[in-house]
């Protein structure tokens, strides 16, 4: 499905994780659609072949299946903040009232246990007739939901939560309901069970509420980032607007302090710009014109005038929005153990539950304590818990990855890079900085570095060549005066010539310098090849000064990432297009091993095929030139100043120009996985112990409620402890 449409809906009407099992069936069976719902998230991502379905029918798909669908598109982030708001006030009411009427039943409740403490008999503490008329409003209007939710999963051919929840507590207020009614006082009510049921559900859905509202804090508090308001230019004249407002190409302006409004083009002004919620690094970074400012960003000192480049939903920052929330709504392949069984856990559960209550019935002869295990199994049993393992440990980790520039594009590669063996590495912009640099400098005998450096410079000042660019930063950077040049000549890819402060100045290759009757001397330019730089000789009046060694530097922190992931058990391998002996260099300054030279595109995507024999294979790169082998891994990264086709074809995208981002994606990778594992772990143990031991008699269904109220939010809480996890960590 490479050409197919994909579009995520927020859904409404989920109660647990069979509910989310349920409407993935009913997407999944409209023809050409492929869909994935995630029940923490309350998303649902569908995916369909141009022209096969129209949004309309998906979304009638999803109203008889008994929910609520809502395309992402043409969601209002705050209306649907707001509207969730609303929900929880409202459930948060009923759950007051529905605790104020189940109270007496917990006092009562205390006063039977104390009777039985001190072996005395016991009658009820409050008339039955009082008990009917508490536990009616509870059982029929504040838990009418459970009815309705069970109907409309019925009705689609499912069982969810709400099965199990109506009919636990149905069984247990009818039965009680035909105690009263005839007149049997010689068996017990058991409407305190009905009510008191009905009251901790709902707690419990309120702290999931706020549970897994906090699991979604990491969009919440990018999007708060970028200011409301933005200074535009009208007529002259700095006025304030809304920033819904800016468009491409107005002309917006940076006050000190300011937080940049959207994406856009210095025009005017020196500043710096606090990039850290973008990239993670702490230092602030110069901006002058033609630099770029990204929005929400903090301006530093200095005052710049900009042209809008990116508004709206083209930024950056919603860029980054988009991607943790495609991620948050991906499920990895260890969900498919926990769908596989929500999908059969209720009508599983209700065959428990009827045959604990004929076992009990048959063997003790009664039909009471029958009831009251087999209520206490349909309780116990929620699998709400298997339903939020795993997309709750997802949402917050990929939240956290977003917080420190690693952006996952699906689930499904965070779950896997914890596993790489080996990871393929592209040597120019991932090692190195990306462009050349002046390394190296010989003189013969008699000449000064700074006379030459400050010549070659002078004279490289016309010239827009990557390595005439890199002469004259090193000028500049060793804090020279430059001449301006006259009479230049350039000869394309040989060299250039012309006058610098008097001096006729020629600077080359070494072979148009031999070309010229002057070759560089052995002593000057036999160190420059022996360390695989490349020479570029200078003369001034006909006389050879030196050369200088350039070359694409090792960035400054990459010896220290790739030590860091060989500490990790990854298996690092270069891959490179250029000469064997620069290859080496690198290599060696960086700590590789294992390295390959002058490898075509098409070489690379091979050589990671290859190497996908050996282990799991990932691939961070940076160029158009790479996207073959990125496309070709199982993990694949791209550094974020990459080429766009580089960030389209990798799973995950690194902002910052650092390799030790991969090391922060293995680690958080492997914080997550430890995470879901975890999840997994307790809500399966839940109810291997719960079930059966609400089936032999050993649970009240109130406890049983109890603890499947708790068991949700456990979950929920220990996906939240991955908020502990910051990058530079080793696992």
């Known amino acids: 499905?490479?050409?197919?449409?994909?579009?995520?809906?927020?859904?409404?009407?989920?109660?647990?994780?069979?509910?989310?099992?349920?409407?993935?069936?009913?997407?999944?069976?409209?023809?050409?659609?492929?869909?994935?719902?995630?029940?923490?998230?309350?998303?649902?991502?569908?995916?369909?072949?141009?022209?096969?379905?129209?949004?309309?029918?998906?979304?009638?798909?999803?109203?008889?299946?008994?929910?609520?669908a809502t395309p992402v598109a043409v969601r209002d982030r705050e209306a649907d903040k707001a509207r969730k708001a609303d929900e929880v006030a409202a459930e948060l009411r009923l759950f007051w009232l529905s605790a104020g009427l189940s109270f007496p039943f917990l006092v009562q409740m205390v006063g039977m246990f104390g009777a039985d403490m001190a072996g005395s008999h016991h009658a009820d503490l409050l008339p039955r007739w009082l008990q009917c008329l508490l536990a009616t409003p509870v059982q029929f209007w504040i838990g009418r939901r459970f009815y309705t939710g069970a109907w409309a999963s019925l009705r689609g051919g499912g069982a969810n939560m709400d099965v199990l929840v109506a009919l636990g507590t149905s069984v247990a207020y009818f039965f009680s309901l035909a105690v009263v009614v005839l007149g049997r006082h010689d068996l017990h009510v058991y409407f305190e069970a009905s009510a008191s049921i009905i009251t901790l559900v709902l707690l419990g859905k309120l702290l999931e509420a706020r549970a897994r509202a906090r699991t979604s804090a990491a969009i919440e508090a990018l999007l708060r980032l970028q200011p409301p308001t933005a200074w535009v230019e009208r007529a002259g004249q700095l006025v304030e607007v809304p920033v819904e407002q800016v468009m491409v190409g107005t002309v917006f302006v940076l006050r000190p302090g300011d937080a940049v409004p959207v994406d856009g083009l210095v025009l005017e002004g020196e500043s710096?710009?606090?990039?850290?919620?973008?990239?993670?690094?702490?230092?602030?970074?110069?901006k002058v014109v033609g630099d770029q400012v990204f929005a929400a960003t903090l301006n530093g000192d200095g005052v710049l005038r900009c042209r809008a480049s990116g508004v709206g939903a083209e930024t950056l920052l919603a860029g980054i929005v988009r991607l943790v929330e495609q991620a948050q709504g991906g499920k990895p392949a260890v969900q498919r153990l926990a769908d596989q069984v929500a999908a059969v856990f209720v009508p599983t559960v209700v065959l428990i539950a009827l045959v604990t209550f004929l076992g009990w019935w048959w063997f003790g002869g009664e039909v009471a304590p029958a009831l009251v295990n087999a209520v206490a199994v349909l309780v116990i049993a929620c699998p709400c818990a298997l339903g939020l393992a795993t997309p709750t440990a997802v949402m917050v980790g990929t939240g956290q990855g977003a917080r420190a520039g690693i952006l996952v594009k699906n689930a499904e590669a965070l779950e896997l890079a914890e596993r790489i063996k080996v990871l393929v590495v592209d040597k120019t912009g991932t090692l190195t900085e990306g462009r050349p640099a002046v390394l190296d400098v010989r003189?013969?005998?008699?000449?000064?570095?700074?006379?030459?450096?400050?010549?070659?410079?002078?004279?490289?000042?016309?010239?827009?060549?990557?390595?005439?660019?890199?002469v004259v930063t090193a000028a500049q950077e060793a804090g020279l005066s430059l001449s301006l040049p006259e009479a230049v000549q350039a000869v394309s890819g040989k060299g250039i010539t012309g006058q610098v402060a008097g001096q006729r100045v020629m600077v080359g290759s070494p072979d148009f310098l031999a070309a010229q009757g002057t070759p560089l001397p052995a002593d000057v330019l036999e160190p420059l090849l022996a360390a695989a730089l490349t020479p570029v000789g200078v003369l001034a009046d006909g006389k050879v000064l030196g050369a200088l060694g350039l070359a694409d530097p090792l960035r400054a922190s990459s010896r220290a990432a790739v030590a860091r992931l060989q500490g990790l058990g990854v298996r690092v391998v270069m891959l490179t297009g250029d000469h064997p002996a620069v290859a080496a260099r690198i290599a060696a300054e960086a700590g590789i091993t294992e390295f390959r030279a002058q490898v075509m595109p098409e070489g690379k995507a091979e050589a990671v095929a290859a190497l996908r024999g050996e282990g799991l294979v990932g691939m961070v790169g940076d160029g158009i030139n790479d996207a073959p082998a990125l496309a070709a891994a199982d993990v694949s990264f791209a550094i974020g100043a990459g080429s766009d086709v580089a960030i389209e074809a990798a799973d995950l995208t690194l902002v910052r120009n650092d390799l030790a981002g991969v090391a922060d994606a293995i680690s958080l990778s492997r914080a997550t996985l430890g995470k879901i594992r975890q999840n997994l772990f307790f809500a399966f143990i839940y109810n291997i112990l719960g079930i059966p031991a609400a089936a032999f008699g050993l649970l009240n269904p109130v406890i049983a409620g109890a603890a499947m109220a708790m068991s949700s939010v456990s979950v929920v809480?220990?996906?939240?402890?991955?908020?502990?996890?910051?990058?530079?960590?080793?696992?």
């Open 1 to 68: 499905m490479s050409q197919d449409v994909s579009c995520d809906f927020s859904v409404s009407g989920m109660t647990c994780a069979a509910c989310a099992a349920r409407l993935e069936k009913v997407l999944n069976r409209l023809p050409g659609v492929e869909a994935s719902v995630n029940f923490a998230a309350e998303t649902a991502r569908v995916r369909y072949a141009p022209g096969a379905v129209e949004t309309a029918a998906i979304v009638a798909a999803v109203a008889r299946a008994g929910f609520t």
């Open 272 to 286: 710096s710009a606090d990039e850290a919620m973008l990239t993670g690094e702490s230092v602030p970074v110069a």
């Open 443 to 470: 003189m013969v005998p008699g000449a000064a570095r700074d006379d030459l450096l400050a010549l070659a410079a002078g004279l490289e000042q016309t010239s827009h060549h990557p390595l005439a660019r890199a």
């Open 717 to 731: 809480s220990n996906s939240l402890l991955l908020k502990r996890w910051r990058p530079g960590k080793s696992d």
